[in-house]
T-cell receptor, first 116, second 114 residues
């Protein structure tokens, strides 16, 4: 079945540093990947759509210079949180379009980012 | 713009009892509809999806959902709940074209008591 691997699962970083989160489709090619952010006890909010070989499309209100997305291959998309601040602490989840059933997306297991 | 409403923030049911989680959507045409489950600190697992055809959709773990166009609803049901079903459930709507973005509801937290 379709598997999306997200790494790391947890990361703690100091304020002002950058953190990179990887999202890999292990057994299928994903031309499109999505990055979501989930605040505690809230729903998932789409941050950006990542397309292989082109610039990401960001949702309104998401700072593209702060959340850098790179989708350099058909199996890997990365989200880099630059100059992280405590308010960036959140649960970040990626999904990849493709795999089992095509539309319906396979989700990664998420990354818990804590900025101290 | 598409939107999803899950009116119940928190639901408690007894183990073995039946379950229905409500979901209403807003979309200009017939959207693609999904139910996902999330255990604490985990990612999302797809329970079932509706694209077209039979309006009663069977999913994994004994769940089913019924698409009712007239009510713009896609409620999730299970005849007998197990303790392991305790989790957060998200209804989602996807746009059939374009980037096929998916919009999530606010979620319903299910608690199962013995």
């Amino acid at each position: 079945g379709a598997v999306v691997s997200q790494h790391p699962s947890r990361v703690i970083c100091k304020s002002g540093t950058s953190v990179k989160i990887e999202c890999r489709s292990l057994d299928f090619q994903a031309t499109t990947m999505f990055w979501y952010r989930q605040f505690p006890k809230q729903s998932l909010m789409l941050m950006a759509t990542s397309n292989e070989g082109s610039k990401a499309t960001y949702e309104q209100g998401v700072e593209k210079d702060k959340f850098l997305i790179n989708h350099a291959s058909l199996t890997l998309s990365t989200l880099t949180v630059t100059s992280a601040h405590p308010e960036d602490s959140s649960f970040y989840i990626c999904s990849a379009r493709g795999g089992t059933g095509g539309y319906g997306y396979t989700f990664g297991s998420g990354t818990r980012l804590t900025v101290v | 713009a598409q939107s999803v409403t899950q009116p119940d923030i928190h639901i408690t049911v007894s183990e073995g009892a039946s379950l229905e989680l409500r979901c209403n959507y807003s979309y200009g045409a017939t959207p693609y509809l999904f139910w996902y489950v999330q255990s604490p600190g985990q990612g999302l697992q797809l329970l079932l999806k509706y694209f077209s055809g039979d309006t009663l959709v069977q999913g994994i773990k004994g769940f089913e959902a019924e698409f009712k166009r007239s009510q713009s609803s896609f409620n999730l049901r299970k005849p007998s709940v197990h303790w392991s079903d305790a989790a957060e459930y998200f209804c989602a709507v996807g746009e059939p074209g374009g980037y096929q973005k998916v919009t999530f509801g606010t979620g319903t937290k299910l608690q199962v008591i013995p």
